[in-house]
């Protein structure tokens, strides 16, 4: 069995709108948190603040682990070309909140842009089911 550890903020503002990627390496478009994979000996911490300046223009400060997402995907489902077992992906998920940058969208990466969406609009989006689970731990409505 494969594994995979990544790291994701859930990032709020004044006016309830969650900071959502668009991940475009799946089997359609959908949102996710901003975050991604840990490089090779890398803090979770460290990578969490990295993604979401690579994703999203913005530099953040964490402000606590909300949770950890485990789940394990299926052979049959796995999106990587080769992939012959069953993975294990842990997602480690923070709080955090913006403290500079601007918005920009992320070029050649897994995800293609960044956006504020309103907590009451996200149920009606194709979205992958860790915003909901990562919502859930940070107690919000959606």
Known sequence: MDMRVAA???IVDEQDRVLLTRW?????????????????????????????????????????????DSRVVPAKKRLAQGATGPLHTLRIVYRARIVGGELTHEVDGSSDMAEWVPLAKVRGIERVSLVDAALDMAGMKH
Not at 33 to 61: C, I, T
């Open 8 to 10: 994701y903020c859930v």
């Open 24 to 68: 475009i390496e799946g089997r359609v478009p959908a949102w996710s948190l901003p975050g991604g994979g840990l490089e090779p000996g890398e803090d979770p911490a460290a990578a969490a603040v990295r993604e979401v300046w690579e994703e999203s223009g913005y530099k953040v400060r964490l402000e606590g682990l909300l949770g950890i």
